[in-house]
């Protein structure tokens, strides 16, 4: 399976349209390629929060639009990254709303969400999710928008990925989640930033050795309001090895995979059946 990872340069002095146009170039690109991936937030910026309320977009709206139709072209399987969408009102669950929002009847703007599109080679929407863990703490993203509630996986015919998104790599149980659901290949799109780049790699390489699993972990270069990207996308084996790490600036990474190092990594070394933790306590009578 032959992935390639966009670590598109994100210029302030760019618009989102010509960005998503430029993006969409590069997945055109891809062809030949069997899954492509985009960065987090990449057509407004992960830092950009003053501008998330007025690119938010619905998702079948304009990126996904621009990506549908690159992602046929192409003939590729495509994770378009993510898009602050703005949800339609009153679908936002209980328990979702941020501070200070809300969803409702007599609401005419939903709930943000920091989003990620999976696209099929047809340019259908396969796939969405919702960013779990938001970032900022007590400002930024954490306060601007609201949380996913699901684990998402998508089954492609090489292989089944499992969705995350930047801060979410600091949560190894929503990994371990994924893998009980089947994933076999970790996505995390990111908008991380260059200051904490080596926290980036390490959590990677360690979200792969303890699901044994891929991980494609895919950045953005250039500058996001002010805040310098890491770049550095890499591509990790399920032994944790790194099989392709790209530079600061905007590259296209591209490696080929082999889905059954998976199970192979698990049957060799299985240690994903020694967990005690977090699991079903059998019953007295079993």
């Not at 501008?51 to 621009?66: I, L, M, N, Q, V």
């Amino acid at each position: 399976m032959r992935a390639s990872l966009i670590q598109i340069a994100v210029d302030p002095d760019e618009s989102v349209d010509s960005r998503r146009r430029r993006a969409a170039a590069l997945v055109r690109q891809q062809r030949g390629a069997d899954l492509v991936v985009l960065p987090e937030l990449w057509p407004v910026g992960a830092f950009a929060y003053e501008s998330f309320a007025d690119e938010a977009e619905t998702t079948d709206g304009p990126t996904f639009r621009e990506m549908s139709k690159a992602a046929s072209d192409a003939g590729v399987w495509l994770h378009a990254g993510s898009i602050v969408e703005r949800a339609p009102a009153g679908q936002t669950p209980a328990g979702q709303i941020p501070d200070g929002q809300t969803a409702d009847a007599e609401t005419p703007d939903g709930t943000l969400y920091n989003t990620s599109l999976v696209l099929s080679p047809a340019g259908e929407l396969i796939g969405t999710y919702r960013k779990i863990h938001r970032f900022g703490f007590d400002k930024g993203e954490a306060t601007l928008m609201g949380a996913g509630g699901e684990l998402v996986t998508v089954r492609l015919p090489e292989t089944t990925l499992g969705l995350a998104t930047c801060y979410d790599l600091r949560f190894p149980e929503l990994f371990r989640g994924l893998v009980d659901a089947g994933a076999e290949t970790l996505v995390v799109p990111a908008g991380w930033p260059a200051r904490r780049r080596a926290h980036w790699t390490l959590l990677a390489r360690a979200r792969a050795v303890e699901n044994q699993a891929y991980v494609l972990a895919c950045a953005t270069a250039g500058t996001h309001a002010g805040v310098e990207q890491s770049g550095h996308s890499i591509v990790v084996d399920p032994w944790g090895e790194v099989l392709a790490e790209a530079g600061t600036g905007e590259e296209v990474l591209t490696v080929d995979l082999d889905p059954g190092t998976v199970a192979t990594t698990r049957e060799r070394f299985p240690a994903l059946k020694d967990r005690r933790l977090g699991l079903e306590t059998p019953s007295a009578d079993r």
